[in-house]
């Protein structure tokens, strides 16, 4: 038998620390986590990033990332963000938010930063509820969505209708790249993992403010299984938040990551 | 450096330029507005970031991230911008960032309008923002202060990490008069070693307001709480003037306390024993200096451009020793010297009892002379 070497085919990326999750299981916010991880490894940007994390879930996204990080106030990352940027304009600096915080409370804070070209880059985690404060209505729960602040189901008629993100931000002039992905199974994984490369590549190449929209699963504040919940996405998030690009900045065209 | 016909906001805004400041993200209002429109011309032309934010919620959190990578960076706001960045206040308190804050105080409460108050000092001095926290506040009564204030509240953000006012009101910030501004500092400044700027050839560091565990909440507000001790023991400032001999003691902080100055040595040419006490820092309050001065005094009056809102923090050291009297004007009315000189000369010709709270003979004799 011939001897074959040992190969490492799948390891923790260097920018991820080993700090055990503390994410609820069948959470895709670990996934994302990882792909952006993965992302700044293969761009060699771990020690040249500073993170933003927001008030949500993913409050301690610090314990995970293996790079500087600060912890920002609910909604306002996009500022801190940018008073970060704006004093060290070689560094990137990435926002990660919740869609309570994104959409919600901080939606001053994220249409400015992308209408003044702010040249950093923002992973938005639609999950389609406020996971933190344990389930409670979002801007993006579904019509007709059970939350525990929308006990009958989201009623359009009282509680207004899901806001798209991605959509409205690709109107502004200042975005560079706008798209909406999806982490219900691997093959859109794997579409994320790209469009997250293309947002880091949209801010090192300055070419504006930069989001990937994920939809993302919860789980416990939804009530379902893991398996269900990437089944919710799947059938019900997506016909009311498609997937797509929406902006993509034309000096990217032909660009393969 | 010669001395300049200089406006306040605009003195000041220059005097954060040449302390080195690099980041200042602010929000119009007036009576402030000159300051941010001074900064939108004078940084982006040292190639400092300057930016005029969406609102003041924005421009507070612009300057915590900013604050976050170890530059000089400051903010300003008058008293409604203020109300709104207080979230952001706290949080810059709790994650022990030196942070510079100049509030330009106005008439209010609510939209109130644009005239001089110091209707702020509760908010600014006595937190305003949630939780436990103390920041150093300072309060200048001319154009010159103001200056020289701005300069120090880098100095001592710095040294302490620590959230530091200048807390003026519309007329410092308004008026101008002869003053001098400092040299320019040089910007390259050492980076302090808790600055997140990237973790190039160093373990990642972490800026955050959060202490999920009490216990470590509480550690935390006990080492703001021993800092604030530190600082009030080698901070505290104020101005005294004809204190030697002196048996009524007014005092009073900013504009109040230059007109107060000015009813003093009026007073004093009747022949009357009044002096000034000045506080210049409101936090650390100068306590012990009040307490002293009620030792060897026959009464005190306050004076403030809001409803007595000092006057809690001068009856505490002097704890029942002496009456302690309040004149107070509202929602941006400036007293005038003569109107603090009727109070001295009533105080000097019918001693006060004890008896009385302050405030509710202040607000009886308000009603007497507004009628
Ligand atoms: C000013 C303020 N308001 C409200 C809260 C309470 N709060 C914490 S997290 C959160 C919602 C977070 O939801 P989302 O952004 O969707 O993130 P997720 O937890 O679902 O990841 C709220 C309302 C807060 N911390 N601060």
């Given at each position: 038998m011939m001897d074959v070497p040992a190969q490492v085919v799948y390891s923790r990326p260097e920018s991820l620390t080993s700090t055990p999750t503390t994410y609820c299981p069948g959470c895709t916010h670990g996934i994302a986590h990882r792909l952006v991880a993965e992302v700044l490894d293969e761009m060699e940007l771990r020690e040249n990033t500073i993170g933003v994390a927001p008030v949500g879930c993913s409050v301690f996204a610090y314990n995970f990332f293996n790079c500087d990080f600060v912890e920002a106030a609910h909604g306002r990352a996009p500022a801190m963000a940018t008073g970060i940027k704006r004093v060290l304009p070689d560094r990137v600096v990435f926002a990660y938010q919740g869609d309570g915080d994104l959409a919600s409370i901080g939606m001053a804070e994220i249409m400015h930063a992308s209408g003044r070209g702010e040249n950093i880059t923002v992973i938005f985690i639609n999950n389609a509820i406020y996971g933190m404060t344990g389930g409670q209505m979002a801007?993006?729960?579904?019509?007709?969505q059970k939350t525990t602040s929308s006990p009958d189901g989201r009623d359009v008629e009282q509680a207004g209708y899901p806001l798209r993100m991605v959509e409205a931000l690709a109107t502004m002039q200042g975005t560079g790249y706008a798209v909406r992905r999806s982490l219900h199974d691997p093959k859109n994984i794997r579409l994320a993992k790209k469009a997250l490369r293309m947002a880091f590549e949209v801010q090192t190449r300055g070419l504006g403010f930069a989001i990937v929209e994920l939809l993302s699963s919860c789980p416990t504040n939804w009530g379902l299984t893991p398996k269900e919940s990437l089944k919710f996405i799947e059938e019900r998030m997506i016909p009311v938040f498609p997937l797509g690009d929406f902006k993509v900045h034309p000096a990217l065209e032909g660009l393969r990551v | 450096m010669a001395r300049e016909l200089l406006e306040g906001n605009r003195a000041m805004a220059e005097a954060a330029v040449r302390a080195g400041v690099q980041a200042y993200f602010g929000y119009p209002i007036t009576p402030q507005t000159e300051l941010l429109e001074w900064m939108s011309k004078r940084m982006p032309e040292l190639g400092r970031a300057f930016l005029q934010a969406e609102s003041e919620v924005a421009a507070i959190n612009m300057i915590y991230g900013a604050a976050c990578t170890g530059v000089r960076v400051m903010s300003s706001s008058s008293s409604p911008g203020v109300s709104l960045m207080m979230e952001g206040i706290s949080y810059i308190a709790g994650t022990e960032l030196p942070v510079v804050l100049i509030d330009v105080m106005r008439g209010g409460?609510?939209?109130?309008?644009?005239a001089p108050s110091q209707g702020d000092y509760n908010q600014i001095v006595h937190g305003g923002g949630h939780g436990d926290y103390f920041p150093i506040v300072l309060a200048p009564s001319s154009v010159q202060e103001a200056i020289d204030f701005t300069v120090m509240a880098f100095d001592l953000a710095e040294k302490y990490r620590a959230l530091t006012f200048v807390l003026a009101d519309g007329n410092i910030g308004q008026m101008m008069e002869p003053a001098e501004l400092p040299p320019m500092q040089p910007v390259d400044r050492p980076i302090p070693d808790w600055a997140v700027r990237g973790a190039k050839g160093r373990e990642r560091r972490i800026l955050s307001s959060i202490y999920i565990r009490p216990e470590d909440e509480e550690v935390t507000n006990l080492r703001l709480l021993e800092r604030a001790g530190k600082i009030k023991e080698n901070e505290v400032r104020y101005k005294e003037y004809f204190l030697d001999d002196a048996e009524i003691v007014v005092v009073g902080f900013g504009t109040a306390g230059r007109v107060a100055f000015s009813a003093v040595r009026a007073a004093r040419a009747q022949g009357i024993r009044v002096g000034l006490l000045r506080p210049i820092t409101l936090s650390p309050f100068p306590s012990e200096a009040v307490a002293e001065l009620a030792a060897h005094a026959q009464a005190m009056l306050v004076v403030e451009m809001n409803s007595g809102q000092m006057l809690d923090d001068v009856l505490r050291p002097v704890a029942g020793q002496i009456p302690v009297e309040f004149y107070g004007r509202l929602g941006g009315v400036v007293p005038f010297q003569d109107e603090v000189l009727t109070e001295i000369e009533r105080i000097a010709h019918h001693p006060p009892t004890i008896e009385f709270d302050p405030r509710e003979k202040w607000i009886r004799r308000m009603k007497e002379i507004l009628n």
């Open positions: 801007p993006t729960t579904l019509p007709g | 409460p609510g939209l109130g309008n644009i």
